[in-house]
């Protein structure tokens, strides 16, 4: 049977988290072929004068932004829904989705600030293994990257050399 080699992939739900969630709805959504609708929009044709060949094309768009529309409201919840339910096309849903869930400029500089901020005094606690302090440090460094920052590999290395427990002196001193 052809359909037992066809696989349905789940639709990303959202969790709270913006920037993940928008992440993964982009790559469903363009492996569906509906991202072009969600970035470029849908704008209904206002001419009576149409032929049945022109509209077939307007009426195909339509019914792809309702379809990316569609996944968009599966992929929230309730709450978020009725605060997007009032806009006409998938692009005004994901615009508002972005602006209401993103925050502004200023607020993505405070929170990569802040971020930057707990990277700089990040330590590794004592008895900690090597594993988890590395975890700690790549989890707050991917949060600054999604926020726009562009740390380097190589500083991310010397501050997990330099911000080792007295321990592991004998080890960096052999990696330096």
Not at 113 to 131: C, D, H, I, P
Request: aromatic share 10%; glycine share 4%.
């Amino acid at each position: 049977m052809a359909s037992d080699n066809y696989v349905q992939s789940a639709i990303p739900c959202f969790d709270g988290h913006y920037d993940h969630w928008s992440m993964l709805m982009e790559n469903f959504l363009r492996s569906k072929e509906y991202w072009d609708v969600v970035t470029s929009g849908f704008l209904e044709p206002d001419g009576a004068t149409l032929t049945a060949a022109q509209r077939t094309t307007p009426e195909a768009a339509k019914l792809k932004d309702l379809k990316a529309k569609n996944y968009l409201f599966q992929a929230i919840d309730r709450s978020i829904m009725e605060t997007i339910l009032c806009k006409d096309t998938s692009k005004q849903s994901w615009d508002s989705m972005k602006k209401k869930c993103q925050g502004s400029a200023r607020a993505k500089r405070q929170q990569l600030q802040a971020l930057r901020t707990e990277f700089e005094t990040l330590r590794m606690n004592s008895g900690e293994s090597v594993t988890d302090y590395f975890s700690r440090m790549m989890a707050i460094v991917s949060k600054m990257r999604i926020h726009g920052d562009k740390t380097e590999d190589t500083a991310i290395v010397e501050k997990i050399l330099q911000s080792s427990t007295p321990k592991f002196n004998y080890i960096v001193c052999a990696i330096e």
